[in-house]
C-alpha cells in the first residue's frame, strides 16, 4: 500500500472531484457518476463517501482488501479509508453522496447507535441492499439533486432535513444488513460505543469526563485517548456535541425559560450556561433563542 503521506486526499474541495460533482456547498456534495476512478485514485478519503451502484459493476481495494461491486451494492466510507486500485465497467453508472466530518457532527444524529454503524462499516464498507431499498435511496437522492437546483430562503435547511429523513430511512436497511455481519471491534471500540450509549442514555448530561469514566471502570485519560483513536475527537467535544444538542432543542423547541433550561441542563448558574453558550454558539442565550426562533 503507498505510502499515506504521499496519498491525494479526498476531501470536497479536491479540483478533480470537484469536476465530477453536480452539487457542492462544502458540506455536501452529490455526484450522478464516477466513471473515472483512476482520476482520484489511489486516495485516503477525508469525508463520508456514500456509493450506490445503479449498473454495471466496479472493484477497488479499500485499506488494502479487494471488493467487487455489483448493481445495488452499497459502499459506505468513512474517513481515513484508503481506496486504490479502482476499475468500473463500460456500463457503470452510480449515486454518490459525500458529507464532511463537520456536516456529520451539525446534522446527522449522534444517537441510535450510528457511531456503531461508523465503526461497523469501518471494518466492513461494502453490503448489498435489497431492490426497495436501493429505490429508496434513488428516490432521496433525485429529491435532493432537485432541492438544490431551486433556490430559495430555506434551500440549506430543506437539504438538511431531506438528509436527516434519507439517514433514518437508510439506518432501517443497514440495521438489516449489519445483524448478518461480524462485529470485530477491538476493546478501545467496545469501550468507545459504550461511553457514546451512556451519552447519549443520559439526561441532563454531566459535562465532566471523569464522570463517564467512573461508570465506565476506566481513567479519565484513557478514556480520552479511546475517544481520540475510536472517534476521532477528544471526549469532551463529544460531550459538548450532545450537551448543545439539548440546548438546541429546548431553546427552539419549548417555551422554558433560559434560566429553566440552565437549571434543567444542571449548569451552576446562568452566568456560567450564559459563557457555555456564548463559547459554543458565537452568542449569549437571549440572541441565539432570537435568532433561533426568527428563522
Known amino acids: 500500500m503507498e505510502n499515506i503521506r504521499n496519498l491525494r486526499k479526498a476531501n470536497l474541495e479536491d479540483a478533480e472531484i470537484q469536476k465530477e460533482m453536480l452539487y457542492n456547498d462544502g458540506e455536501l456534495a452529490l455526484f450522478n457518476n464516477i466513471q473515472d476512478l483512476n482520476a ?13 451502484v445503479l449498473k454495471g459493476k466496479a472493484s477497488v481495494s479499500i485499506n488494502g482488501i479487494h471488493y467487487e461491486a455489483l448493481p445495488n451494492d452499497l459502499y459506505i466510507g468513512t474517513p481515513n479509508n484508503i481506496v486504490e486500485n479502482g476499475l468500473t465497467s463500460l ?3 452510480s449515486h454518490t453522496i459525500c458529507v464532511s ?5 451539525r446534522i446527522l444524529p449522534l444517537a441510535d447507535n450510528s457511531w456503531d454503524l461508523k465503526l461497523l462499516f469501518e471494518k466492513n464498507p461494502l453490503c448489498s441492499l435489497q431492490p426497495e431499498e436501493a429505490r429508496t435511496f434513488c428516490q432521496y437522492y433525485d429529491l435532493l439533486c432537485a432541492k438544490t437546483q431551486q433556490p430559495s430562503p430555506t434551500q440549506k435547511k430543506v437539504i438538511d432535513a431531506l438528509m436527516l429523513a434519507f439517514v433514518y430511512d437508510m439506518k432501517g436497511a443497514l440495521s438489516r444488513v449489519t445483524r448478518h455481519m461480524p462485529r470485530p471491534f477491538t476493546a478501545g471500540e467496545t469501550l468507545f460505543k459504550r461511553f457514546i450509549d ?3 442514555s443520559s439526561y441532563p448530561k454531566p459535562r465532566s469526563v471523569a464522570y463517564y469514566a467512573d461508570r465506565l ?4 485519560k484513557y478514556l480520552s485517548s479511546v475517544c481520540r483513536q475510536a472517534g476521532g475527537q477528544r471526549a469532551s467535544d463529544l460531550i459538548d456535541q450532545y450537551v448543545l444538542k439539548d440546548i438546541e432543542y429546548l431553546m427552539k423547541h419549548t417555551q422554558k425559560s433560559i434560566k429553566e ?3 434543567e441542563l444542571e449548569f451552576p448558574n446562568l452566568s456560567f450556561f450564559g459563557k457555555y453558550v456564548k463559547k459554543h454558539f458565537g452568542l449569549s442565550p437571549k440572541a441565539y433563542r432570537e435568532l433561533a426562533l426568527g428563522e
Open 40 to 52: 482520484i485514485l489511489p486516495c485516503q478519503l477525508e469525508v463520508f463517501a456514500i456509493v450506490l
Open 91 to 93: 456500463d457503470f453508472k
Open 101 to 105: 466530518t463537520d456536516y456529520v457532527r
Open 198 to 200: 451512556l451519552l447519549g
Open 217 to 220: 471502570n476506566v481513567t479519565p
Open 261 to 263: 433550561i440552565a437549571c
